[in-house]
Nanobody, 124 residues
Framework: QVLQVESGGGLVQVGGSLRLSCAASGRTSSSYPVAWFRQAAGKEREFVASIRWSSGTTTTADSVKGRFTISRSTAKNTVYLQMNSLKTEDTAVYYC?????????????????WGRGTQVTVSS
């Protein structure tokens, strides 16, 4: 069983930064990805970025590329999402989840062990 807890959300102004953390107790295969998703009010859950524990290989959605960076600390069993140059459209609840398979990709249905999420609100 894997338990993941997100933290670090909050209220920030346009252009500001936040760093989200996803602390995991337990882990699926180290070659499977851990991902960040987000869900804005009234919208579907959207892939943001993913990283593999073993290699550190990352994948980032085009909508946040160049602004968001995913990283991990194997010692702390924690995945981070550094978010810079935030925009109002980044406002959402951000979730982390563990991939079910090596090629979990960007589909939410390919991920398990969802955290409860952390709210990010970007104000103008």
């Amino acid at each position: 069983q894997v338990l993941q807890v997100e933290s670090g959300g909050g209220l920030v102004q346009v252009g500001g930064s936040l760093r989200l953390s996803c602390a995991a107790s337990g882990r699926t295969s180290s070659s499977y990805p851990v991902a960040w998703f987000r869900q804005a009010a009234g919208k579907e859950r959207e892939f943001v970025a993913s990283i593999r524990w073993s290699s550190g290989t990352t994948t980032t959605a085009d909508s946040v590329k160049g602004r968001f960076t995913i990283s991990r600390s194997t010692a702390k069993n924690t995945v981070y999402l550094q978010m810079n140059s935030l925009k109002t459209e980044d406002t959402a609840v951000y979730y982390c989840a563990a991939g079910r398979m090596y090629d979990s990709g960007s589909l939410p249905q390919n991920y398990d062990f969802w955290g409860r999420g952390t709210q990010v609100t970007v104000s103008s």
